[in-house]
């Protein structure tokens, strides 16, 4: 999408543009849906917690004051939500576990989920970002509130963690 266009939606859908709104989201659903299922427990979770940070950056799109903020915007309702869904784990003393049953239907080959599931929350929800949602470290830290320097710190502790063999 040309940068233009971005913008030119973008204002729309300041204004209430519904569909304009959902051109937005069709720039970054991918990206949103892969850093959410890396991240949580399993699909439904992901799910759920995509369609809150949809849900609540559409209520709070009138928020939006900078040019290209949507992205950021989006993606930082989306941290925000998969933090709650952790601390919702944490409630009810249920651990992120590795459970075959609950993989997507074209999950195969190397147990990437399962790699992703034996990593702390931070550093799962850093490194989902990184390669789920393919953002850069300096775009993670500005939508999870951490400085830079601390996600690239936990994103190589991450990677260091992968047993890919």
């Given at each position: 999408?040309?940068?233009?266009?971005?913008?030119?939606?973008?204002?729309?859908?300041?204004?209430?543009g519904?569909?304009?709104?959902?051109?937005?989201?069709?720039?970054?659903?991918?990206?949103?849906?892969?850093?959410?299922?890396?991240?949580?427990?399993?699909?439904?979770?992901?799910?759920?917690?995509?369609?809150?940070?949809?849900?609540?950056?559409?209520?709070?799109?009138?928020?939006?004051?900078?040019?290209?903020?949507?992205?950021?915007?989006?993606?930082?309702?989306?941290?925000?939500?998969?933090?709650?869904?952790?601390?919702?784990?944490?409630?009810?003393?249920?651990?992120?576990?590795?459970?075959?049953?609950?993989?997507?239907?074209?999950?195969?080959?190397?147990?990437?989920?399962?790699?992703?599931?034996?990593?702390?929350?931070?550093?799962?929800?850093?490194?989902?970002?990184?390669?789920?949602?393919?953002?850069r470290?300096?775009?993670?830290?500005?939508f999870?509130?951490?400085?830079?320097?601390?996600?690239?710190k936990?994103?190589?502790?991450?990677?260091?963690?992968?047993?890919?063999?």
């Amino acid at each position: 999408m040309e940068k233009q266009e971005y913008k030119e939606l973008q204002a729309t859908c300041v204004n209430g543009g519904m569909k304009a709104f959902a051109r937005l989201y069709e720039t970054v659903y991918r990206e949103m849906y892969y850093s959410a299922y890396y991240s949580l427990a399993d699909d439904a979770d992901a799910v759920e917690v995509v369609t809150n940070a949809v849900r609540s950056t559409f209520n709070n799109i009138a928020r939006l004051h900078t040019e290209n903020a949507f992205l950021t915007f989006i993606m930082k309702t989306l941290c925000t939500c998969i933090k709650m869904k952790f601390k919702e784990y944490a409630g009810e003393g249920r651990e992120i576990r590795y459970d075959k049953t609950k993989l997507r239907p074209n999950d195969d080959g190397i147990d990437v989920k399962q790699e992703f599931n034996r990593l702390p929350d931070t550093e799962r929800l850093i490194a989902a970002l990184y390669v789920g949602g393919r953002f850069r470290p300096d775009e993670i830290a500005h939508f999870t509130g951490l400085s830079a320097s601390t996600v690239r710190k936990k994103l190589e502790k991450a990677m260091e963690g992968f047993a890919l063999d």
